[in-house]
C-alpha cells in the first residue's frame, strides 16, 4: 500500500497538513506553531499492489 495523498484540514477549511509519503506524518503542528486542541478533517488517498486507489475521509481529534 502507497499513500498518495495526505490533507488534513481545520474546522474552516484551511488547509493545516500535506503529504504524498507514509513516512512524513502530522506532528499537531502548524505554521511551526502547536495547532490547538480541535477535531480536523481528513482526506487520504492509497493505491495498493493492484493499482486501484481508495479514498477516505474523516476526522481526528487533537488533544493537548
Known amino acids: 500500500v502507497a499513500v498518495e ?3 488534513i484540514y481545520n474546522r474552516w477549511g ?3 497538513f500535506e ?3 507514509k513516512e512524513k506524518r502530522w506532528d499537531g503542528r502548524f505554521d511551526g506553531k ?3 486542541a480541535d477535531v480536523y ?3 487520504i488517498r492509497v493505491r495498493f499492489a ?3 486507489t ?3 475521509k474523516g476526522d481526528v ?3 493537548r
Open 41 to 43: 478533517a481528513y482526506i
Open 34 to 36: 502547536d495547532a490547538p
Open 5 to 7: 495523498l495526505l490533507t
Open 19 to 21: 503529504s504524498f509519503s
Open 54 to 56: 481508495k479514498e477516505q
Open 14 to 16: 484551511q488547509k493545516v
Open 61 to 63: 481529534t487533537l488533544l
Open 50 to 52: 493492484n493499482g486501484e
